[in-house]
């Protein structure tokens, strides 16, 4: 993509160039001794496309420098667009161009500030060619080292086990194929809560919220789950000590739902997640942990048996860091349609759309396979969907979820179809697969829009049709004839039930009786968000091979494995089995 952007700028730089060269020397000659600058000295605006829509930049160019580039408005609001601004902003200050490179892991948003600026600078009339100078970047090296313990991932997973590791005193590399640390779900999930029990600044408030408790919920929740009870004690056992580090470097996490269901979340709503991440960052540059960006990791090196390293490559190349141990924390493998075929079994689910990381490919998985490791649950049941995902037109995707509790659900008929509140998310999925176009339409009316944040962004965003009736909501999203009908005859049911009723069709209690028009309708359908299964490992994380063995100095952590748990509370199994990792590997390796 990079490529074919400095090729796309050099072809408009050349026609630019040749309309200066006839135009430009009579310029030059008339104002003789006045400087003539390519870019008139001014402040100027421009807009480029984002992931989730435009994005506009206000750039100042004196003296034909760019002194300043301001993002007026940026519609990609996570923690990842914000790294990519952050760094394309200052390459493209630093180097004087707008050729600089796009981060890995969002693209579309540093494609859209780099857009903003060519834009603003094209509006000034000038010859912007002199911001086309493809930087010279230093070369990262590309040499063969060694460590005591190497980490594959910069996720929640990878940065919990790097800082166990080192904290016992351990030389560690932490390797991440993306741009940034941060990882990929645990970046990408705009996460609501971050679940587990034990948390100090709590404890006496609450009956029952200890790692015990929380095992005890998980346990009994989950029941019907082939789960692992082993593994999921042990994590459980570090639900407190990571909570209280997490407080500790700053998160603030203050709102607890006590022993309801363990779930720690923010204040201000905002998600643990993203806030998480940062910190865990900032705090590897803190303590100076090694990581390298840009690199990752292409197999694992077996000696004797014993993991001794990995293979990773660069943009400058490939090389070996040879070590005692190898922790795996590369995420799960949602975007890999071939191991969700051949290894899950669930074809039927491959081509949904995706609402989690594009850096989920399985690598970790596969390498792992290749020095014998087995696998465990690969199972549809392990893969998490969400029943109510939506597709942007740019592509973007993501999680319906805050309004899946009050919206009622429409198919193309106009026809409900399901007890869109009391129905397992899996039958849910499947009865919407069944549904005509295998979408639907979550409708509601104007009160949720003035109780919901995240609804009005949506709106915002161009997501959301509205209609002052329902004949006219119907008519707006493309229902014509009867289905039109259907629609209107439809809601009208819905509000004659009323809110706190049971409907008639599929026993759904009302949650709103939708009265307060303008209606809106958002369009839906199942979306896949993660998987729970991979790698196998004991309750220390070791790595198990297709014999039933350990297999010495390997470990995986975080949803490269799963370690047994049922499809919930990644950060969680992230966290704890990260920590139990970077510990174990560090006391074994003694
Ligand atoms: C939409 C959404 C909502 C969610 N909500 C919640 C929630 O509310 N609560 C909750 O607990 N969990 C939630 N989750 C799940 C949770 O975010 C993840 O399960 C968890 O963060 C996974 O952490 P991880 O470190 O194992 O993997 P990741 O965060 O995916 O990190 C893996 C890292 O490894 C890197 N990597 C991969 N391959 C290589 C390679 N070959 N070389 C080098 N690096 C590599 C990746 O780039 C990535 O940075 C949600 C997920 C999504 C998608």
Redesign the pocket.
Request: charged content about 10%; proline content about 1%; overall charge positive.
């Given at each position: 993509m990079e490529l074919s952007r400095r090729t796309m700028l050099k072809s408009s730089s050349l026609a630019l160039m040749s309309v200066a060269t006839s135009t430009g020397l009579a310029a030059h000659a008339a104002i003789a001794e006045e400087p003539v600058w390519s870019i008139a000295p001014g402040v100027y605006i421009g807009e480029g496309s984002g992931r989730s829509g435009i994005l506009t930049a206000q750039i100042t160019v004196k003296n034909d420098c760019i002194l300043d580039i301001e993002v007026l408005e940026n519609p990609d609001t996570d923690n990842i667009s914000e790294i990519a601004i952050n760094s394309v902003t200052k390459d493209m200050r630093n180097y004087q161009s707008i050729n600089v490179d796009t981060v890995t892991?969002a693209t579309l948003t540093s494609f859209g500030l780099i857009t903003a600026v060519q834009d603003a600078l094209e509006k000034s009339g000038g010859d912007i060619s002199i911001f086309e100078a493809e930087p010279q970047y230093p070369s990262p090296e590309a040499q063969d080292c060694e460590c005591d313990i190497v980490i594959?991932?910069?996720?929640?997973?990878?940065?919990?086990a790097a800082i166990e590791a080192k904290a016992a005193g351990k030389s560690v590399i932490l390797?991440?194929?993306?741009g940034f640390?941060?990882?990929?779900?645990?970046?990408?999930?705009?996460?609501?809560?971050?679940?587990g029990g034990g948390y100090n600044v709590y404890k006496g408030e609450f009956e029952a919220c200890t790692e015990e408790d929380y095992y005890n919920y998980i346990c009994k929740k989950y029941e019907k789950y082939d789960i692992d009870k082993e593994n999921i004690h042990a994590c459980c056992m570090w639900g407190g000590k990571i909570l209280d580090f997490y407080l500790s470097i700053g998160i603030p996490l203050t709102k607890f739902n006590g022993n309801k269901d363990f779930?720690n979340r923010m204040d201000d709503g905002s998600?643990?997640?993203t806030h998480i991440?940062r910190h865990l960052s900032a705090y590897m540059n803190k303590i100076g942990l090694d990581y390298r960006v840009n690199?990752?990791?292409?197999s694992i090196i077996m000696e004797d048996g014993h993991a001794a390293g990995v293979m990773?490559e660069n943009p400058s190349g490939e090389y070996a860091i040879k070590a005692k141990a190898v922790i795996l924390?590369?995420?799960?493998f949602t975007r890999n349609e071939e191991i969700i075929s051949d290894y899950c079994h669930a074809q039927k689910y491959a081509k949904l759309p995706r609402?989690?990381?594009s850096?989920?490919?399985?690598?970790?998985l596969l390498?792992a396979v290749e020095v014998g490791a087995n696998l465990c649950n690969m199972s549809e049941n392990f893969i998490?969907l969400?029943a109510i995902g939506f597709q942007a037109d740019n592509g973007a995707a993501?999680?319906m979820?805050p309004i899946q509790t009050t919206a009622a659900l429409v198919n193309d008929d106009g026809l409900r179809y399901v007890n869109e509140y009391d129905t397992l998310a899996k039958v849910l999925i499947d009865t919407e697969l069944e549904q005509p176009n295998q979408a639907s339409w979550a409708i509601f009316d104007q009160k949720l829009v003035d109780a919901n944040a995240f609804v009005r962004d949506c709106i915002a965003l161009g997501y959301v049709q509205t209609g002052t009736t329902w004949e006219e909501l119907a008519s707006v999203i493309g229902m014509e004839g009867q289905a039109q009908e259907n629609l209107v005859a439809t809601m009208q049911k819905w509000q004659k039930t009323g809110t706190g009723n049971v409907e008639e069709d599929f026993g759904a209690t009302i949650p709103d009786a939708f009265d307060t028009p303008p209606y809106y309708a958002i369009r839906v359908q199942p979306v896949m968000?993660?998987a729970?299964c991979g790698i196998e490992t004991d309750d220390m994380a070791h790595v198990i091979n297709t014999e039933g063995q350990v297999i010495p100095n390997l470990f995986a952590?975080?949803?490269?494995s799963g370690h047994g748990f049922p499809p919930?509370?990644?950060?969680?199994?992230?966290?704890g089995?990260?920590r139990i990792a970077g510990q174990t590997a560090a006391l074994e390796i003694a």
């Open positions: 892991g594959v991932g910069g996720g929640a997973a990878g940065m919990n390797v991440e194929k993306q640390l941060g990882g990929g779900d645990s970046m990408f999930s705009s996460t609501a809560f971050i679940t779930r998600a643990p997640g991440m690199t990752k990791m292409t990773v924390a590369s995420g799960s609402i989690c990381s850096a989920n490919t399985g690598d970790g390498a998490k969400n993501l999680s979820v968000q993660g729970y952590a975080g949803v490269v919930t509370a990644g950060l969680t199994v992230a966290s089995f990260g």
